[in-house]
């Protein structure tokens, strides 16, 4: 017997968040390498100076996807993006209508 996919077994509205705040996540990371890489403000040269440059690296990386994650979920509600969640309420919803046509 096989056991069941982690994924396929979490509700779709978790997938939603998970999805959204991954994407926040990759933002802060790909924000933070590109102030790394650019040496904005000599932050690339304080990161590699430091001997705790990579934990700094990551720290703000973490911080900073907080704070995105935050702000994707925000926007995928905010625009709109359905959950499947609304789908079983508008199925709800017509239920208790029934000579209502749509």
């Known amino acids: 017997m096989r056991a069941p996919n982690a994924v396929a077994a979490m509700p779709e509205l978790l997938r939603f968040l998970l999805r959204n705040a991954l ?3 990759a933002a802060a990371a790909v924000f933070v390498s590109i102030l ?7 932050f690339g040269t304080v990161l590699r100076a430091s001997d705790i440059g990579l934990l700094a690296f990551a720290l703000l990386v ?9 702000v994707q979920v925000g926007f995928a509600l905010m625009l709109g993006h359905a959950t499947p ?5 508008d199925e709800r919803i017509k239920r208790r209508w029934p000579g209502q046509d749509r």
Request: aromatic share 12%.
């Open 23 to 25: 994407i926040g996540f």
């Open 36 to 42: 790394a890489l650019a040496d904005i403000g000599r």
């Open 62 to 70: 973490y911080l900073l996807g907080l704070t995105f994650a935050g």
């Open 85 to 89: 969640d609304d789908d079983k309420r």
